[in-house]
């Protein structure tokens, strides 16, 4: 993975959801850069065993820290609890790319409403959560140009164009999350805070599992790009998106074309 033109070194990336996909490809992205990573833990301790790792071993013999605390991020005590134990760990929050997101795909009859409430929970709610958490932390950071700290939420083009009725829940929990970036970068950027979206189009991880044939073929072939993207692809999006100039609200699509 080309990653030579961006330099982390001397600042720390949290990433949510960074021990499996996208967030893990970003969190090694940063650690190949020379930054530190804080990773929200795996529900699966071995997977986030794993998952650091790969993140250690792809920071190779730069001095990069890597380590990973628990965050669900959908229950505020937890998410604040996380940033806590970052502060009291001596590291400071210069990045979060909040990663962190479920995806069901369930028929549109069959979503009852606590799977609503579970997708609305985790993907908004806990968009809005890491968001507040990470700001209040980078607001005593000192300033560097323009920013104190930067905010990537890892949206979705599920929340601005329309999907399969399987991810119904999951479109309009994105859908809030991309708003949610428009709102909170035009609040935070009176504290010198950058929030932007990476929104993927089809990436191939585990979040797809449940995705039906049928909607996945469906799906293939409204890519003009004709293929789906590796998650190693979003990481260096990522990277771009936390390190360009002057960019403000933003949610930038990441999808190989679509329609
Ligand atoms: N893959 C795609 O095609 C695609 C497309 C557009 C957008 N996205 C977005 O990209 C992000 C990453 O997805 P991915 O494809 O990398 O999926 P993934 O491999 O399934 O990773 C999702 C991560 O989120 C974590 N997570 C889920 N619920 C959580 C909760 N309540 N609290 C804390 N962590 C939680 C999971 O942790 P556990 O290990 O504990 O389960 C896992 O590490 C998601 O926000 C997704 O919506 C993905």
Redesign the pocket.
Known sequence: MGSASFDFSNTTTVV??????????CAEMIARCGGNVV??????PD??QK?IERIRKAGGDKPVAVSAFP?????ES?VEGFFDAIREAGLRVDHLI??????PNTEFFEQTQQEWD?VL???TT?AFLVTKYAARAMTDNPLEGDFRGRIL??????GINSQDPVSAH?DA??AA?NMLVRTAAEHLSAMQICVNAL???????????TLPPDVREKESSKIWMRR??E?EE?ARCAAHLLTMPYLMGQVVMADGGYR
């Open positions: 949510t959801g960074g021990a499996s996909g996208i967030g893990l490809t990773v929200s833990a795996s529900r699966r997977k986030t998952a965050c669900e991020v959908g229950t937890s909040h990663s962190a997101g479920v995806s579970t929970n985790t993907n806990g939420l890892i949206t979705s083009t599920n999951y929990s994105k999350a929104a993927p189009g089809w990436i191939n991880t585990d979040l797809n599992a789906w993207a998650p979003m």
